[in-house]
């Protein structure tokens, strides 16, 4: 059923709806279906960790797409204040689960220098977890710096600031149902 509220308008700070709701919808559907697949015979069930905030929509979109046996869990790191990248990374919250001998597959927004998926992939593995993989929403290929591998990408997008669908800006814009572009901020 579709529903009948209307879709937030773009305020002034933002430039153009990149992606939109039902392109998110349909991606994800595509996105659950090879992670369905590709996680068909494995023994327990798959660990999902959420990296907070950002992830915390897609996450939940995800998962209910997913027919294996799965866990949800989050965890909370911090590299970022404003648009601006302070370069290093803080566990702020760690995950419920023990990660030993699990299947973990990190759910993140997006990958911009690759900071922080490096930083989490190095960290899950020394946990003796059985199998890391990751899945983003957005891929940001032109900001790279750390050579981090995905396994599933959603969209990949140009390098700008984008908000909406769990991405902020200092905590505005985050539940915009779809991802929009923000023109460049200057704080
Ligand atoms: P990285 O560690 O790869 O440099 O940065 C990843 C984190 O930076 C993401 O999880 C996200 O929180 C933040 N980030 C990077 N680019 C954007 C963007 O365009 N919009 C928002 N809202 N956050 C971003
Ligand atoms: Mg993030």
């Keep these: 059923m579709e529903s009948s509220l209307a879709i937030p308008a773009l305020t002034k700070d933002l430039a153009r709806v990149l992606i939109d709701a039902d392109t ?4 994800t559907d595509e996105l659950a279906r090879e992670i369905n697949k590709a996680y068909a ?19 939940a979109d995800l998962c209910r797409k ?6 949800v869990d ?3 790191l911090s590299s970022y204040s404003g648009s601006n990248s302070t370069g ?16 973990v597959l990190i759910i993140e927004d997006i990958l911009d220098s690759g900071t922080t998926l490096d930083y989490l992939i190095r960290n899950f593995k020394s946990r003796k977890t059985l199998s890391v993989k ?43 149902p779809y991802i929009a572009e923000m023109y460049p901020q200057t704080e």
């Design 88 to 103: 290093n990374v803080r566990l702020l919250m760690d995950t419920r689960e023990n990660l030993e001998g699990k299947h």
């Design 134 to 176: 990751t899945i983003v929403l957005l891929d940001k290929p032109e900001r790279h710096t750390f050579p981090v591998e995905l396994d599933y990408i959603g969209f990949t997008i140009p390098d700008v600031w984008v908000v909406g669908y769990g991405l902020d800006y200092n905590e505005k814009h985050r539940t915009l």
């Design 74 to 76: 989050f965890i909370a």
């Design 41 to 59: 015979n494995i023994k327990g069930p798959l660990i999902l960790v959420g990296v907070l905030k950002g992830s915390f929509i897609f996450t």
């Design 66 to 71: 997913l027919t294996i046996p799965h866990i």
């Design 24 to 27: 998110i919808s349909r991606r």
